[in-house]
């Protein structure tokens, strides 16, 4: 099946790290981007992170930086966000994303560029 699955959401205190994982039906190198994303609650969803699977990270997030790193691990076709000295404001629920659709002259930060979705984790900071 063609499933982004998704784990590693919980909850968790402010300072504190989060790892998702993200598992893909096949190979990273075969889509044109990926990314994490994530809705707070009333807000809408937002680009967290995004790669290029040829070319590395071409996103991060002003909130992200310093803090979050998107990794990967090809033998196992999974995509990591590593959170660390996570805030009450990164309470959202988080989503993995993947595109082979090409449309090259669209925004990475365009979800029409993605058209597989995991299906969110909850990720809660308390104070």
């Known amino acids: 099946q063609e499933q982004l699955m998704e784990s590693g959401g919980g909850s968790v205190q402010a300072g504190g790290s989060l790892t998702l994982s993200c598992e893909v039906f096949k190979s990273i190198d075969r889509f044109d981007l990926m990314g994490w994303f994530r809705q707070a609650p009333g807000e809408e969803r937002a680009g967290v992170l995004i790669?290029?699977?040829?070319?590395?990270?071409?996103y991060t997030s002003t909130s992200a930086k310093g803090r979050f790193t998107l990794s990967r691990d090809a033998a196992t076709n999974t995509v990591y966000l590593q959170m660390k000295n996570l805030g009450p404001d990164d309470t959202a629920t988080y989503y993995c994303?993947?595109?082979?659709?090409?449309?090259?002259?669209?925004?990475?930060?365009?979800?029409?560029?993605?058209?597989?979705w995991g299906q969110g984790t909850q990720v809660t900071v308390s104070p």
């Open positions: 994303a993947a595109g082979d659709r090409g449309y090259y002259g669209v925004d990475p930060l365009n979800e029409e560029r993605y058209n597989y």
């Open positions: 790669m290029q699977p040829h070319r590395g990270v071409i």
